[in-house]
């Protein structure tokens, strides 16, 4: 930086990296002794503006590259943390609020948007994952992608997502967005499972993981306008307005989002692909391992699941008005062990096959779902996006020893006695429709030259890891499609 003189006579400083060792002021602003020289002129104050303008400036684009970085957000500001993937920098910020938390009388209801706050919040430290069955911890354990792996804390106040964002140099292009939904049976998951610096790093994609409520505090539905359910999908369509309204600030493109998720994860993706609700927060979907026309997808009976939760809590459903209000008014660990009673995921031979309570899942309620998402896919009442689906050999078959409470062993794994035992059983068989014995084309209806592009561009995908997170092998095919 110099200090020269124009054709119009008027002193203005210059860049020049030549004289950077003399105490000038890095990239904008003149050499302290300018100012004594100008401080008689009437611009002065001008000069002191623009230098104040462009410290601003600086710090704004400068604080990607920091080892702390700053984000502005449309709720209050961000500190998260940089991490490296080899010399690649990642900016991470963990535990980022995208709904009130759903306690007290925000139970059982929809998302509300965030509290604004002053200040400067913390975003290095993960948020507790939301309440769920105790094999949730097992199963995030079996499942993680972290290098030093931590206990799960767990939560009613839930609601936060992951960030993991490459730095980009001033002037880059924004990333493609890539959302993770994690799977669990509707009953267990955390976006505290994973780390999504490698994933990020080495796809160049901004990755938001995200988590929402699980089970009973999750789908609980009386089949009206007390307690309409889908609360899960509700938290999922929130953070997804989230991502849109906020995710230019970490260097995304809101208009090049991609869902991927696995299991009960890729069920809500596809059910969202049928849902007004999402209709365009997202703009292309990978389901891995299920999709939203399995019969399992959809809970057709819900006030009688609900009746059966109100009365293992002691509460009394001579109306459901009352019976929301005792749920309300439980604790969440008494909640909890609830859901322990219900039993779910485990084969009973005393009780009537029908009378089983899988799980909670989604239901038609008028809002998330106007109907069965079966009528809305033959109606073809989809998202027109881009649609990758994906299954393993022997889907659902590592589940089977520990819902019929069966030994494992290398004979009872064998494919000939796994189709043996879920043929013997009816109801496993409807949840055993994740499987591949079950083709696509056994539960999508055919797609007529006159139906308006169904499920975009289905593709087989197989490229992915024992987390269920694609392998990066599989990624570049979708980035050629941004």
């Known amino acids: 930086m110099g200090f020269r003189e124009d054709k119009s006579g008027t002193s203005q400083c210059s860049l020049d990296t030549a004289d ?59 500190q998260g943390k940089q991490m490296h993937v080899g010399k690649t920098p990642i900016n991470v910020f963990l535990g980022v ?10 139970r059982f209801a929809a998302p509300e948007p965030p509290e604004p706050w002053e200040g400067i919040k913390n975003a290095t430290t993960y948020a507790p994952a939301c ?58 998951g955390s976006a505290s499972t994973y780390d999504g610096t490698q994933l990020a790093s080495r796809e160049k994609v901004v ?26 999908l509700l938290d999922q369509v929130a953070a997804l307005r989230w991502v849109q309204e906020n995710i230019v600030a970490f260097g995304g493109d809101p208009r090049c989002v991609t869902l991927f998720g696995q299991s009960s994860g890729a069920m809500c993706i596809s059910g969202l692909m049928m849902s007004p609700l999402a209709r365009g927060l997202f703009h292309r ?23 059966t939760v109100a009365r293992l809590a002691g509460c009394t459903y001579n109306s459901t008005r009352i019976l929301v209000d005792c749920l309300r008014a439980r604790s969440g660990a008494e909640v909890m062990h609830v859901s322990k009673k219900m039993g779910f995921f485990h084969l009973n031979s005393q009780k009537d096959p029908q009378e089983v309570v899988w799980f909670m899942s989604p239901v038609v ?58 043929w013997r059983t009816s109801t ?16 999508l209806p055919p797609v007529s030259s006159s139906s308006p592009a169904l499920m975009g561009q289905t593709t087989g995908m197989r490229s992915t890891s024992s987390s269920g997170i694609p ?8 980035r050629r499609k941004h």
């Not at 623009?50 to 984000?71: D, I, K, N, W």
């Not at 609020?97 to 925000?106: A, E, K, Q, T």
């Not at 392998?471 to 979708?478: E, G, V």
């Open 365 to 422: 309620d008028g809002v998330v779902f106007p109907d069965d998402p079966a009528v809305l896919l033959s109606q073809g009442q989809v998202a027109p996006v881009p649609y990758l689906l994906g299954v393993n050999n022997l889907e659902f078959s590592w589940l089977l020893p520990f819902i019929m409470k069966i030994s494992l062993n290398q004979f009872v794994m064998r494919k000939g006695i796994i189709t043996k035992l879920l």
């Open 471 to 478: 392998s990066p092998k599989a990624i570049p095919r979708l």
């Open 428 to 443: 496993l068989l409807m949840l055993a429709s994740l499987s591949t014995c079950m083709s696509l084309s056994t539960t």
């Open 97 to 106: 609020p995208f709904s009130r938390p759903p306690v007290g009388v925000r």
């Open 131 to 188: 309440l769920q069955e105790s094999w949730g911890q097992i199963t995030s354990m079996y499942f993680n992608t972290r290098k030093q792996y931590k206990w799960l804390r767990f939560s009613e106040d839930c609601l936060y997502l992951n960030v993991y964002a490459p730095v980009r140099a001033h002037g880059d292009a924004p990333l493609p967005v890539m959302v993770w939904f994690p799977g669990g049976a509707f009953l267990v």
């Open 207 to 232: 990755l938001v993981l995200l988590q929402h409520r699980l089970g009973i505090l999750g789908f609980l539905s009386t089949g009206d306008s007390q307690a309409r359910g889908n609360w899960a």
């Open 20 to 78: 950077t060792a003399t105490n000038w002021y890095p990239q904008c602003g003149c050499h302290p002794s300018l100012w004594q020289e100008l401080a008689g002129q009437n611009m002065s104050w001008i000069l002191y503006l623009s230098l104040t303008l462009c410290l601003m400036v600086q710090t704004a684009l400068g604080a990607q590259h920091t080892e702390e970085p700053l984000v502005i957000t449309k709720y209050g500001t961000l």
């Open 285 to 307: 979907a990978i389901s891995q391992s299920g999709t939203a026309a399995l019969r399992a997808f959809i809970t057709p009976d819900p006030l009688r699941v609900a009746k």
